[in-house]
């Protein structure tokens, strides 16, 4: 109920947008391959940051 109140850490902040990147990538697959590789790139950058984290 309180978990409101408690700031998200780096890593959970990361974990977020690589899974949003992820998402948006496999929406644009099937539209624009170039924008998904892209975005597929962005995601892999910020896996690479989570791990230097752990």
Do not use: W
Not at 2 to 25: D, G, P
């Amino acid at each position: 109920m309180f978990n409101i109140f408690k700031s998200k850490s780096e890593i959970e902040k990361l974990q977020i947008k690589y899974k949003s990147l992820l998402k948006e990538a496999h929406a644009l697959s099937t539209i624009d391959r170039k924008k998904s590789d892209k975005k597929v790139f962005e995601a892999n950058e910020i896996l690479i940051k989570m791990e230097k984290l752990s």
